[in-house]
């Protein structure tokens, strides 16, 4: 029970990265002459990554004033820059590489990332818990990056890619070929967190393929939890715990329901299509799906909408851990007080600082009696979220962030 005035925010869910030749240091010495040969041909395909705000990614007194100004004291990073010799950004794709010294290069500069971001958040201490990133082509390796993760402070947990069809990888419910990762993510306690964008096959350029990419690119993201479920990876390790992070919140539900229903009638329906297909995975399994959800698994749920709020029983009010996708445009900030109005109104206390923050805290290991302070100094107030936000009580550029969809005025 949040017993202070003010809430304690966590963003389970901003983005963050070092600037294109902030890389190099971090590069062992045989790569420094290919990077800058493709650093100094490079394009950076992202407006974003390029214009007078680029810095909020890499400049560390910058962002701890503007998430402070937000109201957040803390953070979970997610990467947002495009890594040495990475066509575009690792999150969101990492296309197949065309031949093994592509591949080994690209996993120095993954390598590089994590050690640019161990360092950046040693920058901040308690307040930036970074995500290791890794490649799943050889696993082992793999490994052996998480358990550096895991000395290095990157509380975040590992970063799970998608392996999607066409990538050249087993599908992650392959019975054995990622038991290693599992295994050391639950020894170390490091969470598994899947990001909307890191399981679509690569889109085109045409307005068409963006257009699919937006529609479909959450349900791509969504399958990391049914192919675990039914690999038998939370029965074979209860300790484990899953992420999905901005993939919105309001499928589950609906999700949940449905998955029961299916592994209902493959265990349990009498001369059944599903009985006969389904019941060699459902008796490996001693649990329903939405009882897996409730132990081990989490929803990123970025700048959560009203109606997603009236959804947390379902859903699991310890499973939301709000996020301000900071410093992406249709992320909450610098409207973060505003937003938490608009969907926390008329909620319970107690709930509100759960899904807000303290979630958040005890699955990252952040210290809230040490966060405590700077909320009591930069937090927004109980009082204040339990104010309902007007409709048309904001400027027009709130409404980038869908949470603020219907608060930007009108003009008449």
Known sequence: ME????????????????????????LPARYHDDFDAWAATYEIPYEDLKGPEADRNWDSDKRLGELEADGVVAEVIFPNTVPPFFPKASLTEQPPAANAGDLAARWAGLQAHNRWLADFCALAPGRRAGICQVMLHDID?????????????????VLLPGAPPGSGLPPLYDPTYYEPLWRVCEELAMPVNHHSGSAA??????????VVLLLEVTWWAHRA???LLVSGVFERYPDLHLVLTEQGTAWLPEELMRLDYFFDRMSGATASQELEWGREVTARLSLRPSEYWARQCHVGSSFIRPPEVELRHVVGVPRIMWGNDYPHKEGSFPFTREHLRASFA????????????????ALYG??????RPIAERVGPTVADVDDPLPLASLPPEAEKCPALVGFGRRST
């Open 225 to 227: 939890f049914t192919h």
């Open 346 to 361: 008329g909620v319970p206390p107690d709930e509100v600082a759960a899904m807000v923050g303290l979630n958040a805290a």
């Open 366 to 371: 952040f210290d809230v009696d040490a966060l």
């Open 141 to 157: 390796v793999a490994v052996a990056e998480i358990r550096w993760a895991k000395e290095a402070g990157l509380t975040g947990g």
């Open 201 to 210: 096959p690569p889109a085109g350029e045409a307005a068409e393929d963006k």
């Open 3 to 26: 017993r202070s005035d003010r809430y304690l925010l966590v963003s389970a869910d901003c983005h963050g990265g070092g600037g294109l030749l902030d890389y190099k240091p971090y």
